[in-house]
């Protein structure tokens, strides 16, 4: 245990910076929506359509669920931050592994439902997950075994 907590000083700053990016994007959920619908991959949701108005087809509607998303994402940030701040290693790569889960489903998700135009933002996400993925087995061998 010792072991692993005087490594902590050594270790570079990437889980506060993940930590901050992961918040950053949680925030932008709430402050651009309709944005974040298309940087994250997906469609806009369709509109209803109303009886007394004419609203044209291809204008689309904010879902509440990307706030969840955002406050997702916000979460993991603020994990990252903590379990590293804390010196939590153990934690913290596991937190790693789940989290390059998340990447790996999100784009299936954005595969399946991105349609045509925002399809190849999969990639981003699976990109994510083998990055976070790798890094977690790495620290996984140093902290966990």
């Known amino acids: 245990m ?3 907590r005087s490594r902590a000083y050594n270790e570079p700053p990437i889980p506060y910076l993940l930590g901050a990016g992961s ?3 949680g925030l932008h959920c709430f402050l651009n929506p309709r944005q974040e619908y298309l940087r994250f991959g ?3 949701e369709p509109a209803p359509r109303l009886k007394n108005r004419n609203t044209p087809p291809d204008v689309g509607i904010v879902s509440p669920l990307i706030y969840l998303k955002g406050i997702r994402e916000i ?3 603020l994990t990252l931050i903590i379990l590293q701040y804390n010196r939590q290693m153990r934690a913290l790569t596991a937190m790693l592994g ?3 889960l998340a ?3 999100d784009g299936i998700v954005v595969w399946k439902y991105g349609g045509p ?3 190849r933002k999969a990639y981003g996400h699976w990109f994510a997950f083998v990055g976070l993925a790798g890094w977690s087995l790495r620290r996984a061998a140093r902290y966990l075994l």
Do not use: D, E, N, V
Request: glycine share 10%.
């Open 2 to 4: 010792r072991r692993s």
């Open 23 to 25: 918040i950053f994007l």
């Open 42 to 44: 997906l469609p806009l």
């Open 75 to 77: 979460t993991y940030g």
């Open 98 to 100: 789940i989290i390059s």
């Open 103 to 105: 990447g790996l489903l």
């Open 117 to 119: 135009k925002l399809r």
